[in-house]
């Protein structure tokens, strides 16, 4: 069962930093979240995942918070093609194998 | 480049005909993931290979069963198939990085007439 609640939809100008929420009260201690997208009729996309440090790439910036129990997903530069749903898992990749179990995500509109 | 391939992408059967869904990886990952994603939900796992070694979750209908006859390839074989199996199937793999993520396929849409 999916671990995390989400907000099931928010909206971004273009060019604007998308800041998509992300509650995980239950998270363990070795439990990493992790952030995937699926843009409409593809399959999902990775995005980033984190432990408990702030982590960044090329797509995002994830904060997780001190107590561990939500995180934020940034987009810094949002653009039309970063439209899609938004999945927040939580999962322990040791002894799953990475098992993902999807909740209902956050759709992102992003407007031009 | 390395990437995960589902063929087709568009699968049309008929109520109660068995259904085959294919998926090969050129990533060389041990693990091989199918999950069920109907229209407008989440994507749901029916069961993981790790190498040759199958894992089913509890709540996957005997209906569904899965066979990886290498590490390149995977696939899902429905028995027979039901209006409520029609949905997109996504294939995915890993390695067993830790953490590593997953990398999914575009997806089989299987409609059932």
């Known amino acids: 069962d999916a671990k995390t609640t989400q907000p099931p939809s928010m909206d971004c100008a273009e060019g604007r930093a998308a800041n998509l929420p992300c509650n995980h009260s239950?998270?363990?201690?070795?439990?990493?979240v992790y952030w995937y997208r699926q843009i409409h009729s593809q399959g999902p996309q990775y995005i980033i995942h984190?432990?408990?440090n702030n982590e960044t790439n090329e797509m995002a910036s994830l904060i997780i918070t001190e107590d561990r129990k939500s995180s934020t997903l940034i987009l810094p530069h949002a653009t039309l093609r970063d439209t899609a749903v938004y999945y927040c898992?939580?999962?322990?990749?040791?002894?799953?194998?990475?098992?993902?179990?999807f909740g209902r995500g956050t759709q992102l509109t992003v407007w031009p | 480049d390395a990437m995960v391939i589902q063929n087709p992408r568009y699968q049309v059967t008929q109520f109660g005909k068995p259904v085959t869904l294919s998926c090969s990886q050129t990533l060389n990952h041990n693990v091989m993931y199918w999950y069920q994603q109907k229209s407008s939900q989440a994507p749901k796992l029916l069961f993981h290979y790790y190498d040759k070694d199958f894992n089913n979750e509890a709540d996957t209908p005997d209906n569904f069963q899965s066979r990886r006859p290498n590490t390149s390839f995977c696939f899902l074989d429905i028995r027979s198939p039901g209006l409520g199996d029609a949905a997109m199937y996504l294939c995915?793999?890993?390695?067993?990085?830790?953490?590593?993520?997953?990398?999914f396929g575009p997806g089989t849409r299987l409609l059932v007439l």
């Open positions: 898992i939580v999962t322990d990749r040791g002894s799953t194998l990475g098992r993902l179990y």
């Open positions: 239950t998270i363990s201690g070795n439990e990493y």
């Open positions: 995915a793999t890993s390695t067993l990085q830790r953490p590593g993520p997953q990398y």
């Open positions: 984190g432990l408990k």
